[in-house]
């Protein structure tokens, strides 16, 4: 007889393989996995635009995310690209919940979308969940940082980081 996989257990196989969630303990693991869904994209689909109320955060399995924000005389300039395992939408999670860039799918993307409230109140309730959680967002954030400062300085590739 075999054995079924709940949507739970295959959220939790997900999250043991990703960068953003190497750290977090098995309960940890199990908090996230009651909160996610699967999401998908196909290539070229905007997952976001810049100054759009943001509800989710994404983790990406599979595929590639660019994100880009708009400059003037320059247009849609690529920051970077969110490769599998890290953390897309990550401002979500902090007022004003609006998202600070562009994202669209490079090509088809899977990947894992947790509703940001819920993750902020798993945080507030769970403190040892809560540092861990961000100090990856931190991060993401610090990688996003560079990426925008190499970006005015005019030496940076998206693949660079």
């Not at 075999?2 to 939790?12: F, G, V």
């Not at 199990?30 to 996610?36: E, N």
């Not at 902090?94 to 509703?115: G, M, Y």
């Not at 409230?117 to 798993?122: I, R, T």
């Amino acid at each position: 007889m075999s054995e079924m996989i709940t949507a739970s257990e295959n959220m939790l196989n997900a999250f043991q393989s990703m960068e953003f969630t190497r750290d977090l303990e098995a309960q940890h693991l199990v908090k996230l996995a009651s909160m996610a869904t699967k999401a998908t994209f196909e290539a070229g689909e905007t997952i976001f635009r810049e100054g759009d109320a943001g509800r989710m955060i994404y983790l990406i399995q599979e595929g590639r995310v660019g994100i880009y924000i708009r400059v003037p005389n320059r247009g849609l300039v690529t920051l970077l690209t969110v490769e599998p395992g890290r953390l897309l939408g990550w401002s979500s999670l902090f007022p004003p919940h609006h998202k600070t860039a562009d994202a669209r799918a490079i090509v088809f993307t899977q990947s894992i979308a947790i509703d940001a409230a819920q993750l902020w109140d798993a945080c507030r309730a769970d403190h040892d969940l809560g540092y861990t959680i961000m100090q990856q967002v931190a991060e993401a954030i610090t990688s996003r940082l560079i990426a925008t400062r190499l970006q005015l300085l005019g030496i940076s590739t998206p693949t660079q980081l």
